[in-house]
């Protein structure tokens, strides 16, 4: 298998475990890989409309949904490791929404190659 399937693949199963211990149904996931690996959960939260995202360079983050027409706002991230295991990301949106700040966003420079991502991301096959 090639890296481009691996990472869809085991893209694809990363964001279920995610979604699930996070809450989120199935409907409220997509993930798309083209030039960069990118996810979206949609969250329930206090009053405001958020999407936990994921991408390949910037890991998790939350975000804040405005204009269709418009960026999401970020308002939290959780840094490093870009591809960390679910309860992590679970705590990180608990926290979140409980009024804790988030981590600093990773540097861009920071960035995995495809074939690291997709070794990160085998296990979840």
């Not at 979206?40 to 360079?57: I, T, V």
Request: hydrophobic share 40%; net charge negative; glycine share 12%.
């Amino acid at each position: 298998m090639d890296d481009s399937a691996l990472i869809s693949f085991g893209l694809a199963r990363y964001v279920q475990a995610v979604a699930e211990r996070v809450g989120v149904p199935p409907e409220g996931t997509e993930f798309e890989v083209s030039d960069t690996a990118t996810a979206y959960l949609g969250l329930e939260g206090p009053g405001r409309d958020l999407m936990l995202l994921w991408n390949e360079q910037r890991g998790w983050s939350i975000a804040v949904e405005t204009d269709p027409t418009e960026k999401p706002v970020v308002v939290a991230h959780l840094g490093l490791p870009l591809v960390p295991p679910p309860e992590d990301v679970a705590r990180f949106v608990d926290d979140v929404l409980a009024g804790k700040p988030g981590g600093a966003e990773p540097d861009p420079g920071v960035t995995q190659d495809r074939g690291t991502l997709a070794g990160r991301l085998r296990e979840y096959l």
